[in-house]
């Protein structure tokens, strides 16, 4: 299974990007996808999630910001991302809890990550 991200970029202060993340290879089915960004000297911090059946997540620093939303029949997953500030600058990553086959054990696979940077 491979994840493969696209949509990152040079962006100013208050613009906005959509992050694409699209999964392909043996997949039965996939439960949440989500986002996840890691800054230069931080942690990686989750971003947002959403369910197989829509339901969504959110991190308190992108709320009312950020949405995240799926489309199963193309095992992808976005990002919208509005009002975007310097501190949003990080390397994202998407995720996809997958199962292969039927009745089988769920996996969880990353993407390569993309380079958002939020400067003027």
């Known amino acids: 299974v491979q994840l493969v991200e696209s949509g990152g970029g040079l962006v100013q202060p208050g613009g906005s990007l959509r992050l694409s993340c699209a999964a392909s290879?043996?997949?039965?089915?996939?439960?949440?996808m989500g986002w996840y960004r890691q800054a230069p000297g931080k942690q990686r911090e989750r971003v947002a999630v959403?369910?197989?059946?829509?339901?969504?997540n959110y991190a308190d620093s992108v709320k009312v910001r950020f949405t995240i939303s799926r489309d199963n029949a193309k095992n992808t997953v976005y990002l919208q991302m509005n009002s975007l500030k310097p501190e949003d600058t990080a390397v994202y990553y998407c995720n996809a809890d997958v199962v292969a086959q039927r009745g089988g054990y769920t996996f969880r696979y990353w993407g390569q990550g993309t380079q958002v940077t939020v400067s003027s």
């Open positions: 959403i369910t197989s059946g829509g339901i969504t």
């Open positions: 290879g043996t997949i039965f089915s996939i439960n949440a």
